[in-house]
């Protein structure tokens, strides 16, 4: 492959998950069986899951917004309450905390890490500041040790949004081990998938039992076994709960992607490489950078185009790719250019300068283990003829 590579025939997706054999197997065994809501494979995919982050408990749910919803409300955090969040994620961070009827306080990134900036959230706390919920955005863990601090000294709950890291790992610790709670998302584009799924960890007793009735409706204690052969139980309802649970369909589709997480993990490792290869001297390319001592838990291959070098923006750039047969993406347009966020809570751009510049210039490229080296190539090769036509 050179320069000026023909267009490939068929689109690149930008995201694809990677089910076989297993995951068909394992979906139709519980379509056979005579139970498929929250049953038996929703209790293996929680201990198997609580088993490989280390944590005494994980809460299957039906995704991981749900888990940042129940964290807060666990927390009694509504009306009058504060919570810290990042600019650059997805929405539901900050959905979720409006959905308590507590703010969001969206505070600025960092400018090498694009993760949430520590000494930004420090500025923002008040007296009604409950909770800081740390997004390791795409599988880089945020300074939790910073973040731990600030939340130690003024008696802040941490959520950690780890929709991205499922794999990652901060100073020897795993991630899903350190916050009161954290929040994993098995969305159809995530390093595992169920389709649509979440899954909360804590080593809280008190807490997991809290959520889990939360979780459904506010019944009593495995509600779920009522119909079994155990002989009818009746529920009793503790709390307006939420419809929140995960399906055994589901969590057949998590017990298999489990078993393959490292392997898929390996072979997104091995991408980056060829990425880095192709990429790293293209003087209108940067990268984020990455902190020490994490293991990175690789979700997204993002760069950041130096706009200042180039005669075009992001967008015109996405749109020649896609023009390409490339599928690309961005992460995340900042919550504060978004207009419910922008109206709601008069924010203004100036005010978050570092995610402000990165909306201009982020660019997601495609990133998946099924995707082949030659696709790789061509990427990066579309990539570079697009810059090398409109670099300044
Ligand atoms: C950073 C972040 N947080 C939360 C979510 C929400 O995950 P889910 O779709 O499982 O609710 C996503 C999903 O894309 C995400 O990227």
Excluded at 64 to 84: K, M, Y
Excluded at 194 to 210: H, R, S
């Amino acid at each position: 492959m050179t320069y000026n590579t023909p267009k490939r025939v068929d689109f690149l997706p930008f995201n694809q998950y990677s089910f076989d054999e297993h995951e068909k197997s394992a979906v139709l065994e519980v379509l056979e069986s005579s139970w498929i809501t929250t049953g038996p494979k929703t209790k293996q995919f929680e201990r198997e899951f609580a088993e490989y982050i280390g944590c005494k408990h994980a809460i299957a749910l039906n995704s991981c917004t749900a888990g940042l919803h129940l964290s807060l409300l666990a927390n009694n955090i509504g009306i009058g309450d504060e919570v810290i969040v990042p600019d650059i994620t997805f929405t539901s961070t900050a959905n979720v905390v409006v959905h308590t009827g507590a703010t969001p306080i969206i505070v600025d990134v960092d400018p090498e890490t694009l993760n949430i900036d520590p000494q930004k959230i420090e500025e923002h706390i008040t007296k009604n500041t409950k909770a800081i919920i740390p997004v390791h955005l795409a599988g880089q863990p945020c300074d939790m040790d910073s973040i731990n601090k600030i939340a130690d000294k003024y008696n802040l709950v941490v959520i950690e949004d780890a929709a991205h890291a499922t794999e990652s790992f901060y100073k020897g610790k795993k991630v899903g081990n350190m916050s009161q709670l954290t929040a994993f998302s098995f969305y159809a584009t995530k390093n595992i998938t169920t389709a649509e799924g979440g899954m909360l960890t804590t080593n809280d007793d008190q807490l997991a039992e809290k959520i889990r009735i939360l979780s459904l409706h506010g019944l009593s204690k495995d509600a779920w076994k009522r119909y079994s052969n155990e002989g009818y139980k009746h529920y009793d309802v503790v709390c307006a709960g939420y419809k929140y649970n995960m399906t055994d369909i589901q969590s057949a589709l998590g017990i298999e992607q489990l078993k393959k997480i490292d392997k898929f993990a390996d072979k997104r490792k091995e991408h980056k490489k060829t990425y880095d290869q192709l990429l790293s001297n293209v003087p209108e390319i940067t990268f984020i950078k990455e902190i020490d001592d994490i293991v990175h838990a690789r979700h997204l291959y993002m760069v950041m185009l130096d706009m200042t070098k180039l005669k075009v923006t992001r967008d015109q750039i996405m749109d020649m790719m896609i023009q390409q047969n490339i599928g690309v993406s961005v992460h995340f347009m900042p919550l504060h250019l978004h207009t419910y966020y922008k109206e709601r809570f008069n924010l203004l751009p100036e005010n978050f300068p570092v995610a402000t510049k990165a909306s201009k210039s982020l660019l997601s490229l495609p990133f998946y283990p099924n995707l082949k080296e030659e696709d790789i190539i061509y990427v990066c090769y579309k990539l570079r003829d697009i810059i090398e036509e409109f670099k300044i």
